[in-house]
Nanobody, 125 residues
Framework: QLQLVESGGGLVQPGGSLTLSCAAS????????IGWFRQAPGKERERVSC????????YYADSVKGRFTISRDKDKNMVYLQMTSLKPEDTAVYYC??????????????????WGQGTQVTVSS
């Protein structure tokens, strides 16, 4: 079964840090661009970050630029989202998504053909 599983979410105080992980089972992430998306209560899902299959190209939403870092470990078949200086407005369910067999990132959710179930990140004092 092909699936993505996110982990690493939780409750953190403003200014704190978390690292989210995205693990794949049933397929390799080597040839897939991977995106991180988030959805806050009452809001549409938005793209937060993305990394190309080669890792040469990355994307960050303006709201997270300078605070979040995306990376991938091909040996472990994992993608990570390191989040620092977290703000209450970062509170959301975070999803990883794969464009299997496609090198480049996309802004469109419909271009990602595998999605995880999400992990909750809550930033609150």
């Amino acid at each position: 079964q092909l699936q993505l599983v996110e982990s690493g979410g939780g409750l953190v105080q403003p200014g704190g840090s978390l690292t989210l992980s995205c693990a794949a089972s049933g397929f390799t992430l080597d040839y897939s661009a991977i995106g991180w998306f988030r959805q806050a209560p009452g809001k549409e899902r938005e793209r937060v970050s993305c990394i190309s299959s080669s890792a040469r190209n990355t994307y960050y939403a303006d709201s997270v630029k300078g605070r979040f870092t995306i990376s991938r470990d091909k040996d472990k078949n994992m993608v990570y989202l390191q989040m620092t200086s977290l703000k209450p407005e970062d509170t959301a369910v975070y999803y990883c998504a794969a464009r299997r067999g496609v090198n480049t990132c996309s802004a469109y959710e419909s271009n990602y053909n595998y999605w995880g179930q999400g992990t909750q990140v809550t930033v609150s004092s």
